[in-house]
C-alpha cells in the first residue's frame, strides 16, 4: 500500500506551563516497561465531497489538531518523554517546557473499504496506518498520532503508545475526550487527571521486585536491563503471508459457548461471563491451530484492572496504568488440544476471576513472576488486549462513529483484541492475526461451535 507522508506537525498545549512535570514509574507502569507498545487505528467513512483534498485540509484536518491542542491541556504527559538517567533508581515520565506530541499527515490511495473491512486482510496492507514511536536506551517518547487520509473515502487516525503512561481505560478516556472537544469545541467535565503515584498502595518492596524482573523480560540484554530499548519484535515479512480478521461474536453465540461449558464441566458453579467463555474459545482454537508438540510448555494472560482492588481505591480519574497481569503458566499444551481443551480453560479462567474478589496484589504478582522467571524457549504465548468492557466506537469527532477499529500491535506481542461490539448489546469483538496456515485451522475450529 502506497502511502505519502504530507507532514508532520508537533503540536503543543493549547495552554503552556513553564514548570516542568516530573512522574516517577508506579508498580503498575513498570510491569508494562519492556512490552512493545500499543497500536490502534479508527477508521472513518465520509462522503465522496467531505473527503475531497480540499475540504479535508481546509476544514477536518484543523478542527483535529486545534481539538488536539485543546485536550493535550489535561493530557499533558502525551507530550513528555520517558526518562532512565543514570543516577536515578527507575524511570520517571518528564515533561518539560516546549514539548509536544508528533502527528504525522498522510494519504494514501488504497481502497479504504477493503482496508477498513472485517474480512482476512494481509497484516503488511496496515503496518503503514501506524505512527513510529521513538525510543532509545534512556529515552523515549510514550504517544505519537497519525491521520491518512483515503482521498474520497475517508480518513483514520493511527495512535501508537507505550503501556507505561496508558491502559485500556486511560487510552477510552483520552479517545472520547478528543473526540468530544473536536465534535463540540467544548472540554468534557470529567477527564483523568491524579497524576499522584502515591494514591496507588501496594505493599512495601513490591516496586523494587519489579525492577529486579526487568533483566527476565530483556531477552537480548540481560546484563543491561536498565535500558528502554525494548525487546526485538516478531517481523513481518510478505512471505510469512501474515493476515489479520475481525470476528463478531453475537449475544446467542456466546450463550451457546456457555451452554457448552455448563455441559462438559462437571462442577456446579461457574463464572460464565462473555470474558471467560470468549477467552478459552480462542486460546483451545489457538493452541489446536498451532499443533506441533503437545508437550510444549504454554502460557495465556489477561489484565485484571485493580483500580477498586486497592485499599483504599485509586481515584475514577487518576492518570495511568492499573493493571495487572493474571498468569497461567503451569501447563502443557495437551491439556488443551484434546476434546477438554475448551471445558479445560473456563474452569481455569473461572477460578481466576471469582478469586479476584479476595486476591491481593501481592499473591497475583508472585505467581505472574514465577511464570515469567521460569518461562521456557518455546513457549506458546497468548495475551488478551482489552476486554468486553472497553468501547472502541464511541469516538465521534463530528463525523460520526469510526466503521471500524484495528488493534495493530497483537501480532508483534503474542496477542488478541477484544472489545465491545460496534452495533448491538451484548456480545464481543475479536481481532486475530496469524500466518495463513495457523489462520485457516484457527478459523475452521472456531466456527465449528458457533457456526458462520
Known amino acids: 500500500m502506497a502511502l505519502k507522508v504530507i507532514k508532520i506537525s508537533r503540536v503543543s498545549p493549547a495552554t503552556a506551563s513553564v514548570d516542568p512535570l516530573i512522574v516517577p514509574l508506579s508498580f503498575f507502569d513498570l510491569q508494562w516497561l519492556k512490552l512493545n507498545p500499543t497500536e490502534q487505528v479508527f477508521f472513518y467513512k465520509l462522503t465522496e465531497s467531505s473527503s475531497s483534498r480540499d475540504v479535508f485540509y481546509s476544514s477536518i484536518l484543523p478542527k483535529l489538531e486545534r481539538s488536539l491542542s485543546l485536550i493535550l491541556t489535561h493530557f499533558r504527559l502525551f507530550t513528555g518523554h520517558l526518562k532512565w538517567d543514570s543516577q536515578d533508581p527507575k524511570p520517571h515520565l518528564v515533561v518539560l517546557s516546549g514539548d509536544t506530541l508528533s502527528l504525522t499527515v498522510a494519504e494514501t490511495d488504497a481502497d479504504f473499504s477493503r482496508i477498513s473491512g472485517r474480512g482476512l486482510r494481509?497484516?503488511?496492507?496496515?503496518?503503514?496506518?501506524?505512527?513510529?514511536?521513538?525510543?532509545?536506551?534512556?529515552?523515549?517518547?510514550?504517544?505519537?498520532?497519525?491521520?491518512?487520509?483515503?482521498?474520497?473515502?475517508?480518513?483514520?487516525?493511527?495512535?501508537?503508545?507505550?503501556?507505561?503512561v496508558l491502559d485500556g481505560k486511560t487510552a477510552e478516556k483520552f479517545n472520547k475526550a478528543w473526540a468530544h472537544t473536536c465534535k463540540h469545541g467544548t472540554i468534557p467535565k470529567i477527564l483523568p487527571t491524579v497524576l499522584d503515584r502515591s494514591v496507588v498502595n501496594v505493599p512495601a518492596g513490591l516496586e523494587q521486585k519489579m525492577l529486579e524482573l526487568l533483566p527476565y523480560l530483556t531477552e537480548d540484554d540481560k546484563e543491561n536491563a536498565r535500558t528502554l530499548k525494548l525487546p526485538p519484535v516478531k517481523e513481518i515479512n510478505a512471505k510469512d503471508n501474515v493476515l489479520r480478521i475481525t470476528i463478531e461474536i453475537s449475544p446467542e453465540n456466546i450463550e451457546k459457548l456457555k451452554e457448552r461449558a455448563k455441559k462438559e464441566s462437571t462442577r456446579a458453579e461457574l463464572h460464565l461471563s462473555t470474558f471467560v467463555v470468549t477467552f478459552a474459545h480462542v486460546w483451545t482454537c489457538m493452541v489446536k491451530a498451532r499443533s506441533?508438540?503437545?508437550?510444549?510448555?504454554?502460557?495465556?494472560?489477561?489484565?485484571?484492572?485493580?483500580?477498586?482492588?486497592?485499599?483504599?481505591?485509586?481515584?475514577?480519574?487518576?492518570?495511568?496504568?492499573?493493571?495487572?497481569?493474571?498468569?497461567?503458566?503451569?501447563?502443557?499444551?495437551?491439556?488443551?488440544?484434546?476434546?477438554?481443551?475448551?471445558?479445560?480453560?473456563?474452569?481455569?479462567?473461572?477460578?481466576?476471576?471469582?478469586?479476584?474478589?479476595?486476591?491481593?496484589?501481592?499473591?497475583?504478582?508472585?505467581?505472574?513472576?514465577?511464570?515469567?522467571?521460569?518461562?521456557?524457549?518455546?513457549?506458546?504465548?497468548?495475551?488478551?488486549?482489552?476486554?468486553?468492557?472497553?468501547?472502541?466506537?464511541?469516538?465521534?469527532?463530528?463525523?460520526?462513529?469510526?466503521?471500524?477499529?484495528?488493534?495493530?500491535?497483537?501480532?508483534?506481542?503474542?496477542?488478541?483484541?477484544?472489545?465491545?461490539?460496534?452495533?448491538?448489546?451484548?456480545?464481543?469483538?475479536?481481532?486475530?492475526?496469524?500466518?495463513?496456515?495457523?489462520?485457516?485451522?484457527?478459523?475452521?475450529?472456531?466456527?465449528?461451535?458457533?457456526?458462520?
Open 292 to 452: 506441533g508438540d503437545p508437550n510444549r510448555p504454554v502460557r495465556f494472560m489477561y489484565a485484571a484492572d485493580f483500580r477498586n482492588r486497592l485499599e483504599p481505591p485509586v481515584p475514577v480519574t487518576y492518570f495511568g496504568t492499573c493493571v495487572l497481569a493474571m498468569d497461567f503458566y503451569k501447563y502443557k499444551a495437551k491439556e488443551f488440544m484434546g476434546e477438554d481443551g475448551f471445558v479445560n480453560t473456563v474452569e481455569i479462567l473461572s477460578d481466576s476471576v471469582k478469586r479476584l474478589a479476595s486476591q491481593g496484589v501481592e499473591s497475583t504478582w508472585k505467581v505472574y513472576e514465577e511464570g515469567t522467571k521460569t518461562m521456557k524457549w518455546g513457549t506458546q504465548l497468548l495475551v488478551v488486549n482489552g476486554s468486553n468492557q472497553i468501547g472502541m466506537y464511541e469516538t465521534d469527532f463530528g463525523w460520526g462513529r469510526p466503521i471500524h477499529t484495528e488493534t495493530m500491535s497483537i501480532y508483534k506481542n503474542d496477542e488478541f483484541s477484544m472489545s465491545k461490539r460496534r452495533d448491538g448489546i451484548g456480545g464481543v469483538e475479536i481481532g486475530i492475526s496469524l500466518k495463513k496456515l495457523e489462520m485457516d485451522t484457527f478459523l475452521s475450529l472456531f466456527y465449528k461451535w458457533i457456526g458462520n
Open 122 to 164: 494481509p497484516e503488511l496492507e496496515l503496518r503503514s496506518l501506524i505512527p513510529e514511536l521513538p525510543i532509545y536506551s534512556d529515552s523515549g517518547a510514550v504517544v505519537s498520532l497519525q491521520v491518512t487520509l483515503f482521498p474520497k473515502q475517508g480518513f483514520c487516525i493511527g495512535t501508537t503508545a507505550h503501556h507505561v
